[in-house]
């Protein structure tokens, strides 16, 4: 399994959270401070040059109120249609 922040699979999970929190309204500013984080942390792995681990993206989705089990489904609905991505359908 490749580890690269290039391949289609990553890309597809990092416009899936880019979906979830422009659909949050939440700002990149507002969840790195939830995070107590810096803006650039949330702009580097939403443009690719950060890899999100496990316990990160679940500290994120519980600030972007992320449905895991959907945000999944919608990753794998992707993969397997070979498509664009459709977005995540957050919660509201």
Request: proline content about 2%; hydrophobic content about 45%.
């Amino acid at each position: 399994m490749s580890r690269s922040l290039h391949t289609h699979q990553y890309d597809i999970f990092r416009t899936l959270l880019i979906a979830a929190r422009q659909d949050s309204g939440l700002t990149q500013v507002q969840i790195a401070a939830s995070l107590n984080k810096p803006q650039s942390f949330i702009s580097k792995y939403e443009r690719g040059e950060r890899r999100l681990d496990f316990a990160e993206f679940m500290e994120l989705a519980s600030i972007l109120k992320i449905d895991i089990a959907a945000f999944v489904a919608a990753y794998q609905a992707a993969l397997a249609t070979k498509a664009h991505v459709r977005r995540y359908a957050h919660p509201k």
